[in-house]
């Protein structure tokens, strides 16, 4: 598509539960990118994937998230056993080549109550 | 590992003057360092990168920005303030060979007519 595509737009969760945030990104992009955003905060960087792979998970902030992207396109962020603390925007971003500048996704918000 | 310091929380210009957004940086080896932009309910859009060369970089809508190696700073510019450049505004560095990007907490700017 012509740019990156996040769905739901909004996400409201009891918490406890189990949510998949997904992200489809521009076309031809092998490289695919999870960030957070809390309020007041730049994006913080989750995990890279760069086709099919998790590169770098290293920012995925306990075992409660996982990311998957099985067929190096459409990527799941997948977070179990939500907590409050897991309300924040979620974005999803993609380039092309690792020194492009990322093309962001409008993001998912996800509150959990 | 690599960070950024944007600080200031909010810069406020009027239209018409010149405005600077600061940034600085701390990183190993070479940076490659990035301006994006959010507006309201909106996604992370690229403004510019410098990634090696000439030490100014030219952007989208009229924004520039200057590596000061250094200073460790790659602050951004622009001549003349458009009321439509009021946003928040975000730093992020690489290093070479990290998928780590590192966003700053951003700077709200704001041009007044």
Redesign the interface.
């Known amino acids: 598509g012509a740019g ?1 595509s996040q769905t739901p737009s909004n996400k409201v969760t009891e918490k406890g539960k189990y949510v998949e945030l997904r992200c489809d990104p521009i076309s031809g992009h092998t ?1 695919l ?1 999870w ?1 957070r955003q809390s309020l ?6 989750l995990i ?1 994937f ?1 086709g099919t792979g998790a ?2 998970d ?2 995925l902030p306990n075992d409660r998230f996982f990311a998957v992207r099985p067929e190096g396109s459409v990527s799941t962020l997948k977070i179990q056993r939500t907590e409050r603390g897991d309300s924040a925007v979620y ?1 999803c ?1 993609s380039s092309q080549t ?2 492009d ?7 998912t918000r996800l509150t959990v109550v | 590992a690599q960070s950024v310091a944007q600080p200031e929380d909010q810069v406020n210009v009027a239209e018409g003057n010149p405005l600077t957004v600061k940034c600085t940086y701390s990183v190993s080896g070479n940076p490659y360092l990035f301006w994006y932009v959010q507006y309201p309910n909106r996604g992370l859009q690229f403004l510019l990168k410098y990634i090696t060369g000439d030490n100014l970089v030219k952007g989208s809508y009229g924004f520039e920005a200057e590596f000061n190696k250094s200073q460790t700073s790659f602050h951004l510019k622009k001549p003349s303030a458009l009321v439509s450049d009021s946003a928040l505004y975000f730093c992020a560095v690489r290093g070479l060979g990290n998928n780590d990007m590192r966003f700053g907490a951003g700077t709200r700017l704001t041009v007044k007519p």
């Open positions: 990156v490289a990118y960030y007041g905060q730049g994006p913080e960087f890279y760069q590169a770098d290293s920012g974005l971003a690792g020194v500048g990322y093309t962001f996704g409008s993001g």
